[in-house]
């Protein structure tokens, strides 16, 4: 198993490079120099030649990369052009709000999506309600269930406050609560997704010789869903879950502007707007690690669930 | 001559027009000491460095941190703000400032004659790179200390617009220890002399304010604290404004007010001068260089019912740039008038007997798509037939700079001196001349106005470009804006300057 984790690693490497360079010459090319964003609508043809010169965006852009790639290698992802701000600085301050997001959302997406679709009783009677949810969590948009939440939580019932997210720092409390709705939002998607995978599998397995052989055995209903069918139906759950994890690290844009919350998506789409390369190159790398290394943990995960599974 | 004289009739002259408009609400009443007021706003904020700022909501915070040397008035005339008064000397080459003394920065070294030249100075200086360079360095030839209280700008050349230059964002004094102690960190470390000192910025969340305590202005401020929080969008505002976690909005369109209005508990302050919408083309090539098609385009155009869909009617028809209650707007330029057989004609007179059609370039932009559907559907009855071409946002303006759109609607805010738009948009070395309109009596105009410092005969030579601009119709006038800040009823002392900016520095809350 060590060597296979190694093993992914290492091409881990390559795979960087390649969609860093592919990002890089998309937002070069594509949105061509920040210097006209640095220096607003009434900037004159020279003094934006004299910051292409100044910051040698005029160079080409193979030229630009290398140099970026150099300073990478360093641990220096440069500053913003836009907001001057230091990267690793600007990245270190969105990702823990970013993760936190992923992490509560996926985890009540998962478990609830496990949960209602293995208790006996709700597959009988609750099927309909469950499909319906999942038809919902998939299809409305984030946008529109993060408002109409704001508009029946806050305007309504006065429940919580419609500012979905204050830092740590405001009080644990204060954190949490508002955590309630960013994380219901963006867990609506994932719920139905994960819901229809989970059902599809464990339909297939309750089919299947030994659960019939359980239940004629006499052991109780719930016994056989949750102790004999349900670790057999949640692997293809546990590779979701890596992949949406690791699509995560990219911040979840829709939710975090929603509720200005100041993750990596909303710093990925000011920086896009920028022309800010030297962000959207770091947040870049950020998403595709994530996407690896979470895949790796769901594969890990696997070996876990199911020790018939080995890497060898 | 002092210049603040003439400025002072500038400001009799505008107050006379504009008198009424201003400030809606609250002066009469005893300021309450206090409290904080939220404020919810779509940020696009990068930086709270002044020098480096071209972004539009960063300066209702640059405001609240720093002082400019000069402000606004309601009425754009000009005021004293760190400088006390000043003079014209050298035939108007020269303007000496008398500085307002025991001013300090927050960091609590002295703002100063030499503060303010290492303000100016840094920003001419190529290295900085500021954005500002480009509006100081041609009038700008040097700044002398003459002693901590007096500094004098010597000018390359007589320039009534530099004082209002000197109220925005040029004339921002930022501690230059702090600048120099936190390099580029001054982004999100700004040190100024303004009544609220900078306390955090979450970014994409919140930035917070606090009061003050040793401000020079007396009996300023009122607020304890002033928190600006970020909004996804509109609806999120209005939503938040009635559950009252925010206290105040703006950028609010007349479709947005909708549910605003009558609510108790809200107050809806209109601006004062909108933004000007107008229709651009290329000048310079075919099609559009052909001024018979330009004046069809303009017949065929009901600017009445664009105002009365996009706007509510709530909207002033646009016959120029310039709207009413600004001293340069001159009543008598008007924009040809909406007849449909008139157009048809003049697109015949054009070479065009058989109709004509064209792309209009259409931004993510809800305003702009709706005035580009309803300018599609007038244009179709006098036989033009428009295709609109959808545009990102983000890379729309970049490219009409680029010159790779030719026609598309075009948005611009007021600027506090006629020289600002005008010469910008239609001067033929206007930076922002994206349309290459050329006209030599034009540029002529524009300059000798520009070294003009008495206001009646800038007003003369500014009459005569708008009447030839609307002759020559490089920009197709549509309408100016209506625009509201909404605000709880306990908000008080909201005053609207024609820039749009909010000022939030004097005001004041009531207390339930």
Redesign the interface.
């Known amino acids: 198993m060590i060597t296979m984790i190694v093993r992914r690693l290492l091409t881990a490497l390559p795979t960087i490079a390649a969609s860093t360079a592919l990002l890089f010459f998309s937002v070069t090319v594509i949105?061509?120099s920040p210097a006209?964003?640095?220096?607003?609508?009434?900037?004159?043809?020279?003094?934006i030649a004299?910051?292409n010169e100044?910051y040698g965006f005029d160079r080409p852009a193979l030229v630009q990369y290398g140099a970026w790639v150099a300073n990478a290698f360093q641990g220096d992802l440069g500053?913003?052009f836009?907001?001057?701000?230091?990267v690793s600085r600007?990245i270190t301050?969105?990702i823990p709000v970013t993760i936190e997001l992923t992490l509560w959302s996926i985890l009540l997406a998962a478990s609830a999506a496990i949960v209602l679709n293995t208790i006996p009783v709700f597959k009988r009677t609750l099927t309909g309600a469950t499909t319906l949810a999942n038809l919902i969590g998939i299809t409305v948009p984030n946008?529109m269930l993060?408002?109409s939440l704001?508009?029946l939580f806050?305007?309504w019932l006065?429940w919580l406050?419609?500012?979905g997210?204050a830092?740590w720092s405001d009080g644990a409390g204060e954190h949490l609560r508002r955590m309630i709705m960013p994380v219901l939002t963006l867990s609506a998607y994932y719920f139905g997704a994960f819901s229809i995978v989970y059902r599809a599998e464990y339909r297939d397995v309750a089919q299947r010789m030994f659960i019939q052989v359980a239940l004629a055995k006499g052991l109780s209903e719930w016994k056989v869903a949750f102790k004999h069918a349900l670790p057999n139906a949640v692997l293809p759950v546990i590779t979701f879950v890596g992949i949406s994890m690791g699509q995560l690290t990219g911040g979840a844009v829709v939710t975090?502007?929603?509720?200005?919350?100041?993750?990596t998506g909303?710093?990925f789409v000011?920086a896009?707007?920028?022309h800010d390369f030297p962000v959207v190159l770091a947040v870049g790398m950020l998403v595709v690690t994530g996407v690896i290394v979470m895949n790796l943990l769901a594969d890990i995960a696997y070996t876990i669930a199911n020790p018939q599974i080995r890497f060898d | 001559m002092q210049m603040h004289k003439v400025l002072h009739a500038v400001l009799a002259l505008a107050a006379a027009t504009i008198l009424g408009l201003a400030g809606a609400q609250g002066q009469t009443a005893t300021p309450k000491r206090g409290g904080t007021l939220t404020v919810g706003f779509i940020s696009d904020s990068k930086t709270l460095d002044p020098l480096f700022s071209v972004q539009y909501t960063e300066r209702q915070m640059l405001y609240l941190v720093f002082n400019t040397l000069v402000k606004y008035a309601p009425d754009l005339s000009i005021k004293p703000e760190l400088a006390e008064s000043w003079t014209l000397e050298n035939d108007g080459k020269r303007v000496v400032f008398k500085l307002k003394t025991g001013v300090k920065f927050h960091d609590g070294t002295d703002f100063d004659a030499a503060a303010v030249k290492w303000n100016i100075d840094q920003r001419l200086d190529p290295a900085t790179a500021s954005p500002q360079r480009g509006q100081l360095e041609p009038v700008i030839a040097s700044v002398e200390v003459i002693n901590p209280s007096t500094v004098a700008f010597n000018l390359k050349a007589r320039n009534a617009a530099l004082m209002s230059l000197l109220g925005e964002r040029p004339g921002f004094m930022v501690s230059p220890t702090a600048w120099k102690k936190a390099g580029k960190d001054f982004s999100d470390q700004p040190v100024g002399t303004g009544a609220f000192v900078f306390k955090e910025w979450v970014r994409g969340n919140r930035i917070t304010f606090e009061r003050n305590p040793n401000y020079w202005e007396a009996g300023l401020p009122h607020l304890d604290r002033i928190v600006l929080s970020d909004l996804a969008g509109s609806v999120v505002g209005i939503q938040r404004l009635q559950t009252g976690e925010i206290d105040y909005v703006a950028d609010l369109g007349p479709q947005d007010i909708r549910v605003l209005e009558g609510k108790p508990g809200i107050v809806l302050d209109p601006i004062t001068v909108g933004r000007w919408f107008s229709l651009q083309w290329h000048m310079d090539a075919p099609p559009f260089n052909n001024p018979k098609l330009r004046q069809a385009f303009a017949h065929a155009i009901d600017r009445g019912r664009i105002n009365d869909i996009v706007m509510r009617g709530k909207g002033t028809i646009s016959n120029g740039p310039t709207p009413a209650g600004l001293w340069w707007y001159d009543a008598s330029v008007k924009t040809p008038e909406f007849s449909i057989d008139k157009a048809k004609a003049a697109l015949k007179e054009a070479g065009y007997p058989d109709g004509f059609q064209f792309v209009l370039s259409t931004p993510q932009v809800a305003a702009l798509q709706q005035v580009n559907q309803l300018v599609q559907e007038q244009l179709a009855a006098a036989g033009i037939k428009i295709t609109l071409e959808p545009a990102s946002s983000a890379e729309w303006y970049d490219r009409i700079v680029k010159g790779l759109t030719n026609f598309t609607p075009t948005r611009w805010t007021q600027r506090a001196d006629p020289d600002g738009l005008l010469y910008l948009l239609f001067h033929s070395k206007g930076y922002g001349n994206t349309t290459k309109y050329k006209n030599a009596r034009v540029d002529e105009l524009l300059d000798k106005a520009r070294e003009t410092y008495e206001i009646d005969q800038r007003k003369v030579m500014y009459s005569e470009v708008q009447k030839i601009l609307a002759t020559d119709i490089p920009m197709l006038p549509l309408f100016f804006s209506a625009e509201y800040a909404a605000l709880r009823d306990d908000v008080k002392n909201h005053v609207w300057i024609p820039d749009q900016i909010p000022r939030f520095r004097e005001i004041w809350k009531a207390g339930k």
């Open positions: 949105l061509g006209g964003m640095m220096l607003g609508q009434d900037a004159s043809p020279q003094a004299a910051l100044k500053r913003s836009t907001t001057q701000q230091s600007a301050d969105c946008f993060g408002i704001i508009f806050s305007v006065g406050p419609s500012n997210w830092p975090e502007t929603v509720f200005s919350m100041p993750g909303r710093l000011s896009i707007s920028g």
